[in-house]
């Protein structure tokens, strides 16, 4: 599979905000839902939310706490996660991917997802 491509991070202090993006190189996302995950510093990558491409629904990591928003622009196959009041946790490597197994809002096993891109830095300072 393609793998994605992130961007849109960077370097920011403490309640900033940042929007970041996950395009699928020019082709339709041809999955159910795409995800976002992170991966901080000698951390496991851990699972901060999803988006289903035909019903819209939601799913959100419990730290998210209403934070963190993800949408997607079908005309520019693209999807977002929007970032507000970052922290300096917060602070991680950010990876999006599509689901390929398992059910939303049930697994977030890495090994359910597939085209992982190259990950977007974000970088929150106090």
């Known amino acids: 599979q393609v793998p994605l491509v992130e961007s849109g991070g960077g370097l920011v202090q403490a309640g900033d905000s940042l929007r970041l993006s996950c395009a699928a190189s020019g082709r339709t996302f041809s999955t159910r839902t795409t995800a976002w995950f992170r991966q901080a510093p000698g951390k496991d990558r851990e699972f901060v939310a999803e988006l289903s491409w035909l019903g819209g629904n939601m799913y959100y990591a419990d730290f998210v706490k209403g934070r963190f928003a993800i949408s997607r622009d079908n005309a520019k196959n693209t999807l977002y996660l929007q970032m507000t009041s970052l922290q300096p946790e917060d602070t991680a490597v950010y990876y999006c991917?599509?689901?390929?197994?398992?059910?939303?809002?049930?697994?977030?096993?890495?090994?359910?997802?597939?085209?992982w891109g190259q990950g977007t830095q974000v970088t929150v300072s106090s």
């Open positions: 991917a599509n689901r390929v197994s398992g059910s939303p809002g049930t697994t977030t096993a890495l090994t359910d997802f597939r085209s």
